[in-house]
C-alpha cells in the first residue's frame, strides 16, 4: 500500500510538472485572482506560439482580457495556454490541459481540429472550441470566420493603391482557411481592375519567416509593390523584407488577422498598408462567458463576418480614395450584392 501511494503520488508531479512545462508561467507571488475550476479555460496554440503577431495572439489576449475581467488567477483552475511549437505537440497538450482539470479548452485553428475530436469524444464533460472549422459534437462549439470577405476589401484596396499593377498574395498552408484568404483577396483586386496581375505563392508553413521574407523578396523583385500576406509567424518576414525594399522604392503590406500596423513601422514612416482583422479575441471571450455562465454552445457553429465586424479591414494607411472605394464594396458585400468566393477555383 505504500509503494502504490508513492507511485501515485510520483505520477500527479510528473502530471503536473509536464502541464507546467507546455503552459505560460504558473501563478507567481506577482499574480492576483481567484481559481474557478468549473469555469477556467485554456488555449491549445497551433505552431505560430502566443506571440506570432497574428492568429494566436489575438486569441491570447482576448482569453487574458477575459480572465482579468472574471477575476481568474492565470493558471491552473483561471486561464492558461499551453504553446505547440510544432503540429506533434497538439495531443499532448490538449491532454495536459484536460489532465489540469480545465473545464473549456480551445484549439486554435483547423489543424487541431482531429485531435479536438478525438478528445471531445473521450472526454464529454469537458467543453471544446475549435476555431476555424467545424466538429458536429455536442460537447464542441465552432467558430467560423468570413475571411474571404474581409480579403475581398483588402483586394480592393491593393488594387486601389498598386502603382505598377502588379500584386502579391503570400499564403501560409494551403487549406479551405487560406483559400478564403486567397480567393477573396483575388477577387477584390479584379473587381477594381481585372487588368492587375496577381502572384500567388506559399510558404508550406505558418511559422517561417526566413520563408516568407524570400518569396516578399522576390514579389518586390519583381516589381509587385503591395503584398497581402495570411501567413501567421511567417508574415514577420514579409514585413522584414518590405522594410528592405523601401529603401529603393515604395512597397507595402497588408496584415492579417489583426492590425498589424505598429509592424510596418520604419524610420521615415510606416508601409502596413492595411489589415484584415480577425475576430478571433472577441469570439474567445464570448464563448468563454458563455461557458461561465453555464450556456456553452455545444454542439453550434459561430459564423463572424463583416456584418456584425466579426471581419474588417482598418482604416490603416489608404489614400481617401481607396478607402471610399473599400466602404462603397463594404456595403455591397453585407447588403449581398456581391457574392465573395470561397475557394480559388470558383473565380
Known amino acids: 500500500m505504500k509503494f502504490t501511494s508513492k507511485a501515485a503520488t510520483a505520477s500527479a508531479v510528473a502530471v503536473l510538472a509536464l502541464v ?42 482576448g482569453l487574458q482580457k477575459w480572465g482579468k475581467k472574471e477575476g481568474l488567477v492565470k493558471g491552473v483552475g483561471g486561464y492558461n495556454y499551453a504553446q505547440s511549437n510544432s503540429d506533434a505537440d497538439f495531443v499532448p497538450n490538449v491532454n495536459k490541459m484536460i489532465q489540469a482539470g480545465y ?10 481540429e482531429k485531435t479536438i475530436t478525438d478528445a471531445a469524444k473521450k472526454n464529454p464533460k469537458v467543453n471544446f472550441v475549435i476555431i476555424d472549422d467545424v466538429i458536429q459534437q455536442k460537447n464542441v462549439a465552432s467558430a467560423t470566420f468570413k475571411d474571404n470577405e474581409s480579403a475581398f476589401l483588402a483586394g480592393v484596396a491593393a ?14 498552408v494551403h ?11 483575388r477577387q477584390g483586386v479584379k473587381a477594381v481592375n481585372k487588368n492587375i496581375k496577381v502572384d500567388v505563392k506559399y510558404a508550406d508553413s505558418f511559422s517561417k519567416a ?12 519583381n516589381n509587385e509593390d503591395v503584398i497581402y500576406q495570411a501567413a501567421g509567424g511567417t508574415g514577420a518576414g514579409v514585413f522584414s523584407a518590405a522594410k ?17 500596423t505598429a509592424d510596418g513601422k520604419y524610420k521615415g514612416g510606416n508601409l502596413t498598408l492595411t489589415s484584415t482583422v480577425k475576430g478571433v479575441d472577441i469570439a474567445v471571450q464570448k464563448l468563454a462567458t458563455a461557458a461561465k455562465n453555464d450556456k456553452f454552445p455545444g454542439g453550434k ?5 463583416l456584418k456584425g465586424n466579426g471581419v474588417r479591414l482598418t482604416r490603416g494607411n489608404m489614400s481617401a480614395k481607396a478607402w471610399t472605394k473599400v466602404q462603397e464594396f463594404r456595403e455591397k458585400i453585407i447588403k449581398g450584392d456581391i457574392s465573395v468566393a470561397e475557394k480559388p477555383s470558383d473565380l
Not at 210 to 221: E, K, P, S, T
Not at 244 to 260: E, L, M, T, Y
Open 159 to 172: 488594387a486601389e493603391t498598386t502603382k505598377t499593377n502588379k500584386v502579391g498574395f503570400i499564403g501560409g
Open 244 to 260: 528592405n525594399a523601401i529603401k529603393s522604392k515604395k512597397v507595402w503590406v497588408i496584415g492579417v488577422d489583426r492590425d498589424q
Open 175 to 185: 487549406g479551405a482557411v487560406i483559400d478564403r484568404f486567397e480567393a477573396g483577396f
Open 301 to 305: 457553429t459561430q459564423v463572424y463576418g
Open 20 to 61: 507546467l512545462g507546455a503552459c505560460g508561467n504558473s501563478k507567481s507571488s506577482k499574480d492576483s485572482g481567484k481559481t474557478d475550476k468549473a469555469h477556467s479555460v485554456a488555449l491549445v496554440t497551433d505552431g505560430g506560439g502566443v506571440d506570432d503577431k497574428s492568429f494566436n495572439q489575438s486569441e491570447w489576449e
Open 103 to 112: 473545464k473549456t479548452i480551445i484549439g486554435s485553428g483547423y489543424k487541431l
Open 210 to 221: 526566413d520563408v516568407g521574407q524570400a518569396l516578399a523578396q522576390a514579389m518586390f523583385n
